[in-house]
């Protein structure tokens, strides 16, 4: 089955600089990759998702890029703000009936102020 | 606000207790889920309702047992459970497309948290 690995699990970055996240994946046959935002007392929000059939998807401040040969996708934070202070999470999913998203263990992003 | 509804947000039982979690989606979707967030696994789907139909169950011990009645509602009854059932139980929906040929994003409530003495 598939397996989502992320990095880092914790990351402390400055207001005003950048932000990268990490997700790898094992299946070959995903083609659909969500990201999710918690904040503390809530449910996960999508902030952004690609497909396979694109390499790179960006809104505002939020870029996620994808490799589909490395099996791996990235995302981007530009400009942090210390209300980007949640833990995010990467998913891959197959477009199938079964809906199974498989998520990666979540990082820990702090900026500081 | 997501769209997706849970009551209660919080829940404390003890092991012989019988409660249900409940969830409402207001999206108009066709697909409901239930997930364990733990500090072991952070999300764990239990459970998939396709058109009220149970498509998954990723081996989930029977003390958990979902219902869904129609296409915007969905439970999920505990009874007997394990203090290491404790967790954040989240529901999600989303929207499958004729024959399941599209995935489209899941949209997730707050979250039940729950303990087990």
């Known amino acids: 089955g598939e397996n989502v690995e992320q990095h880092p699990s914790t990351l402390s970055v400055q207001e005003g600089d950048s932000a990268v996240i990490k997700c790898t994946y094992s299946d070959s046959a995903s083609n659909y990759f969500p990201w999710y935002k918690q904040e503390l007392g809530k449910g996960p929000q999508l902030i952004i998702d690609i497909r396979s059939n694109v390499g790179e998807k960006k809104d505002q401040r939020i870029a996620v890029t994808l490799n589909k040969t490395a099996k791996h996708f990235s995302l981007h934070i530009t400009e942090t703000q210390p209300e980007d202070s949640a833990v995010y999470f990467c998913?891959?999913?197959?477009?199938?009936?079964?809906?199974?998203?498989?998520f990666g263990p979540g990082t820990r992003l702090s900026v500081l102020p | 606000e997501t769209g997706v509804t849970q009551t209660p947000r919080h829940l404390v039982m003890g092991m012989t207790n019988k409660k249900s979690l409940k969830c409402e989606q207001h999206?108009?979707?066709?697909?409901m889920y239930w997930y364990k967030q733990s500090a072991k696994k952070p999300l764990e789907l239990m459970f998939v309702y396709n058109f009220k139909e149970q498509t998954e169950n990723n081996s989930v011990p029977s003390r958990f047992s979902p219902e869904c009645p129609n296409s915007s509602h969905l439970f999920l009854h505990l009874h007997t459970l394990q203090p290491e059932d404790s967790a954040l139980y989240l529901c999600?929906?989303?929207?499958?497309?004729?024959?399941?040929?599209?995935?489209?994003?899941?949209?997730f409530g707050p979250g039940t948290r729950l303990t087990v003495l």
């Open positions: 998913a891959a999913s197959k477009e199938n009936y079964g809906q199974n998203f498989v």
């Open positions: 999600a929906s989303s929207q499958v497309q004729a024959g399941g040929v599209r995935t489209d994003t899941q949209y």
């Open positions: 999206l108009g979707h066709n697909a």
